[in-house]
């Protein structure tokens, strides 16, 4: 099972950016998918951008279009989220997730989680 360990979150004021990344334990960066999920308090985990194994295929949720963008460095075995144009209703912590599925915006369809990083926009 691929361990996932995400860095990156903090505190920012409304407009501003951040970049998140998510190494995974593995040398072999293999897993199909990888995805960033998020869980604002007292919501439901939802899905915010996923990205291929090979970076060919990408998904974003429509609050975060335009704004995010999920990249991937294979021969690091890294995942990242740059985030710009950050709103308070961004606040959230954000989730690492890897695994094959054929519906990458699930999250019932990733077996491997990171820990999470707190991102928290002030207006």
């Known amino acids: 099972q691929v361990q996932l360990v995400e860095s990156g979150g903090g505190l920012v004021q409304a407009g501003g950016s951040l970049r998140l990344s998510c190494a995974a334990s593995?040398?072999?960066?293999?897993?199909?998918?990888m995805a960033w999920f998020r869980q604002a308090p007292g919501k439901e985990r939802a899905f915010v951008a996923a990205?291929?194994?090979?970076?060919?295929?990408?998904h974003y949720a429509d609050s975060v279009k335009g704004r995010f963008t999920i990249s991937r460095d294979n021969a690091k075995s890294t995942v990242f989220l740059q985030m710009n144009g950050l709103k308070p209703e961004d606040t959230a912590v954000y989730y690492c997730?890897?695994?094959?599925?054929?519906?990458?915006?699930?999250?019932?369809?990733?077996?491997?989680w990171g820990q999470g990083t707190q991102v928290t926009v002030s207006s």
């Open positions: 997730a890897a695994g094959t599925t054929s519906t990458p915006t699930m999250s019932a369809a990733y077996k491997s």
């Open positions: 990205i291929s194994r090979l970076g060919w295929s990408t």
């Open positions: 593995e040398r072999t960066f293999n897993t199909d998918w």
